[in-house]
């Protein structure tokens, strides 16, 4: 009634209600136009050689920019964005891993292993869009949270004798780089339980209801790790997207009793599977949340040649039996240096639901074998010597069938030089003596300028930092086995410095090959519902091609940890005695002697002063005898 | 001693020299059968060859050759060894052109000794006869001190392993013998380059200035003044001429104006080699610094590794205070009791620093034995002397027997060695209390001799 009574007041309201709407209008327009919150969830399984199944779960959310929407997030985890904001991180990854990955028989080609093959244990690098001088103090306070959040002992890559700071070699080159790796850190399920608490629907629904801790962890190879891009730059203010990847790749070893029971006969099958025998569980339909829900099964080169599989009769195959109809079939883009194509079959999760779950079987009819793709050198790396003093680290590089193909390839050209770059990464406690970098090509010493193009050391410095060496080789094409050895001196430590398990012996981190002349990428032939699946539109990016080398032991010379009292007393006493009888010499008088031995000689009863009186005629010395 | 005497009668001492010349030869020939390069008794942190090999690297790659924590030695030793630590000649041994700068200095360092023995020996009758006590004492029992303490030196197994194994320690101990050969000479600037090198190398030689001051302010060793007074006293003729000179400030000043002239001059050039790595400052941070704060915690001769390895974290501090100003602490009271005998003042110091030093390697005990032979007249009625030589002898064959247990077949204990180390340390200090009080009796002795009374 008061409103009626004062009309201005109503056509005031009634403005402003106006000005409201269009406000919300133009705001919702504004939120259209930039990208909404997504989420996408993907399995990708692929048969391996060595009668091995890999899954590799891929998730990825990725958030809107914060200014648009505060503080709010409907979908992306609001731990990862207050990270990202509060340190002001580029780029991340850390990774959790446990199991080694097999180059020789897994393949470290393709873009699969080159980005999902981590080293055993914690490995974390970031890139800050700091100053210089803050990146340090972010990186400290990052490790903590990092350690926080996922359960690990992430922080003890907070000291500086554990991170390093990458020039060029390692391949998310830049000046603003740290990396750091825990080696010995153990990789279980309370690492797990933080990082599917990302996800928007957990492990409760979707894809990521197959994981079922048991068989992940009962598997060869795991590897957990969280990649976060934000995208832009933010130095201008604007803040733009984060993109939050996930990514699970295990490699699990099929049950093959289903194989035995059909083809009982034949050892050398393939053991067939299904989603429900290797994870004991089965999709209930997607997670309402993603966007895209989809299952791939990926049959890489060498066994779509092995099978015969080319692009005529991919849809018939002969020798193997899906237990689903996929929904697509992808094939690769045929490339220049390989005549078999990758296959790839999509099943999407939507379809299905609780009553009619989706379980994807493989059943192998025949026996194949087939290869990997494999990197350009295999790299392994061993200790040289014996003894607790010194020792010697080598990294050797053998050429695979891959190298062949290559030198066939270019063969044209004449000289032929294939680039490999080394980024190795010591503890100050191993103190390398970098003037003793030997390099053998075929077994023959070399001369270091010969094949070292480029090298970039950081020397280590007691309990301060790391050693960091990084070289860039020029090989020739033709090259069968290449070595690089490099001395050191084992370290001694204080016993507070020693982990409880001293006498285990410490880890020297993997060292990382790379071979930047050469790129995994696998681009499928499709249209444009390709761009939608982040999965295959990660493959199609070009990643370096890069393999980690073995973690060494190390084991170091221990003092005795129970004597710390016995040595601070023995030690002391030695020091007084020292310090006391100088003294003593220094201020005896003679006559203070004199006294002494008349005194001596006044009341020269007993054994007892007798025995002195003649110690100390000795003690004298014959000085005075003579006179 | 008796036997030592024939010994030295019947062969010339040439002929001594040019065979431990030649035993070295033959030696750096097998290095490889030997690693007595990497053996912790010869290469300390300070003195290693490899570390100075990476410090070289490091400074030929254009970075500072402190970079990492290899390398604590001096910036001039690296430009000056430096290069010879990669120049090879064909069919050669690798470092021989280095083996033989060991050489050539370990000859050098053993003819100053002669000469400074020479000099001190001839002070010595010198003063005997300025007592009228030429005739009691016989004076041509006296031996060829000089002589005797090159030789000590040269055939030193110490000194032998420390020249083959490729350490620093033959230079390092050529300056100190250079400083002391200056100053009983009185030849001022050389012993002022002895002591700003030496000082410059290793730090500990820093407290020989006293003994170099008494030096250039008294004259060489002699009995103690008050001997002359009385002596004079009682023959009632108070002849100044026979008397010793009294303490000048001259010299003093002199040996200061030097001092301060070389150690700029040394700065200077260290100051240039270092001019983009940090500085002075970097320098003096990893070779002072690291040789006070005892950051390597490697086993070697000495028992400050172990007890810092095993010592908390809480006390490290304070025991690095301890165990330095141990060292200083001695300084004084020593030098007040043998202010009349400088050179075997500076014997002492050598002695105490080569026992308490940070990194101790048997070079530096090499140095200590040969200063030795200077005072064989003086120490000849010392105690326990076999009880040391023996002393030295089991315990150079056990500790690397010690050492291979722990290290390489892991059957012994980080205690084992350091056993070795403790009595090593024990010996040590036997030896500087039964060296200092048998030369306090020695002038005892003098006096007895001519005041006539105990």
Known sequence: ?627 | MEKLKKKIGSFSFWNWVIASIIFRLILIYFPKNLNLSSRPEVSTPLTSFRRLAEGYWLKQSSMSSYAGSMYHGSPLLLSLLGPLTVKRIEGQPNHLLYSLVSVIADVVSAMLIRATGQNLRLAYLRSLESLDLVKQIDVSEFLFSGDIAALIYLCNPFTIVACVGLSTSPIENMAVILCLYGACSRLIPLAAFGWVIATHLSLYPAILIIPVIFLLGCGPDSPPRKLFLQRHQQKEVLNQLKLPPGFSWGPIIHFAFWAFLWSVYVLVLCGISLKQFGGLWEMFKSTYGFILTVEDLSPNIGVLWYFFAEVFEFFRNFFLIVFHVNILFMILPLSIRLRHRPCYLAFVYVAICSMLKSYPSVGDSALYLGLLGWFVNELADMQFSLFLFCGYVGVSLLSPVMHNLWIWRGTGNANFYFTTAMVYACLQIVLVVEGVSAVLNHDRKLRILITGKP
């Not at chain 1, 406000?23 to 997504?38: H, L, M």
């Not at chain 1, 190879?221 to 939050?244: A, K, R």
């Not at chain 1, 080319?310 to 237990?323: D, G, H, M, V």
């Open chain 1, 1 to 627: 009634m008061v409103l009626l009574q004062r009309p201005h007041i109503l056509l005031l309201l009634i403005g402003t209600h106006q000005f409201l709407q269009c406000w919300i209008a133009f705001g919702s327009v504004n939120e259209e136009g930039q990208k909404q919150a997504e989420f996408s969830e993907e399995l990708l399984l692929k048969p391996l050689p060595d009668h091995k199944l890999l899954a590799h779960f891929h998730f990825q959310s990725s958030g809107p920019p914060s200014t648009s929407n505060g503080c709010h997030h409907h979908l992306f985890p609001k731990a990862i964005s207050q990270l990202v904001q509060k340190f002001r991180i580029k780029e991340m990854e850390l990774s959790f891993t446990k199991g080694r990955w097999n180059y020789e028989s897994w393949g470290g080609f393709d873009p699969l292993s080159s980005s999902n093959a981590k080293p055993p244990g914690v490995e974390l690098w970031a890139v800050f869009d700091v100053p210089q001088h803050h990146i340090d103090a972010s990186w400290k306070n990052l490790t903590h949270t990092l350690s926080g959040l996922f359960c690990a002992s992430i922080n003890f890559l907070e000291s500086t004798a554990t991170y390093s700071t990458p020039e060029w070699s390692f391949p998310p080159a830049s000046g603003n780089v740290r990396y750091g790796t825990l080696p010995c850190e153990a990789v279980c399920t309370e690492n797990l339980t933080p990082w599917l608490k990302l996800l928007p629907c957990r492990d409760k629904a979707g894809i990521a209801l197959l994981l079922d801790r048991p068989s992940l962890y009962r598997g060869f190879y795991h590897s957990q790790q969280l990649h976060l891009t934000s995208t832009g730059s933010s130095s201008e203010g604007i803040d733009s997207g984060i993109i939050l990847e996930q990514t699970l790749t295990v490699v699990l070893q099929p049950n093959s009793e289903m194989a035995i029971e059909v083809h009982a006969s034949e050892k050398h099958i393939q053991p067939s599977w299904s989603l429900s025998s290797i994870f004991g569980k089965q999709v209930s339909g997607r997670c309402v949340l993603a966007k895209p829900s989809s299952v791939y099964l990926l049959l890489d080169r060498g066994l779509s040649a092995a099978n015969g599989l080319t692009s005529e009769n991919f849809w018939s195959n002969p020798s193997f039996e899906l237990s689903a109809n996929p929904d697509r079939i992808f094939l690769e883009e045929s490339s220049s240096h390989s005549k078999s194509l990758s296959i790839l079959y999509m099943f999407q999760v939507e379809k299905y639901c609780e009553s009619e779950p989706f379980d994807i079987g493989l059943m192998w009819k025949v026996p194949v074998a087939w290869l990997c793709q494999q990197t350009p050198l295999h790299a392994s790396r061993f200790l040289m010597g014996s003894g607790n003093e010194r020792a010697a680290i080598a990294i050797s590089l053998k050429s695979t069938q891959f190298t062949e193909g290559f030198m066939s390839a270019n063969s044209k050209d004449g000289s032929c030089e294939l680039r490999v770059d080394v980024f190795q990464v010591v503890p100050w406690y191993v103190k390398v003596y970098f003037h003793s970098l030997r390099v053998f090509v075929d077994q023959q010493p070399r001369a270091v300028s010969d094949i070292i193009e480029k090298i970039h050391v950081s020397p280590s410095k007691d309990k301060m930092s790391p050693g960091v060496m990084e070289v860039v080789l020029k090989l020739p094409c033709r090259v069968n086995t290449a070595a690089l050895t490099i001395e050191f001196d084992k370290g001694f430590l204080r016993i507070d410095e020693y982990l409880p398990d001293a006498n285990q012996g410490f880890d020297i981190p993997s060292a990382i090959i790379s071979f930047p002349n050469f790129h995994a990428s696998m681009v499928f032939l499709e249209d444009d519902s390709l761009n939608k699946s982040p999965l295959l539109s990660k493959f199609q990016e070009k990643c370096p091609v890069m393999s980690y080398t073995e973690v060494l032991l190390v084991p170091l010379t221990t003092p005795d940890f129970s004597m710390p009292y016995n040595v601070i007393t023995i030690t002391c006493t030695v020091f007084a005695l020292y310090f006391g009888s100088v003294l003593n010499v220094l201020q005896r008088s003679v006559a203070e002697e004199e006294r002494f031995l008349k005194a001596k000689a006044a009341k020269k009863t007993g054994r007892l002063p007798l025995l002195l009186s003649k110690l100390s005629a000795k003690l004298r010395g014959s000085g005075i005898n003579q006179n």
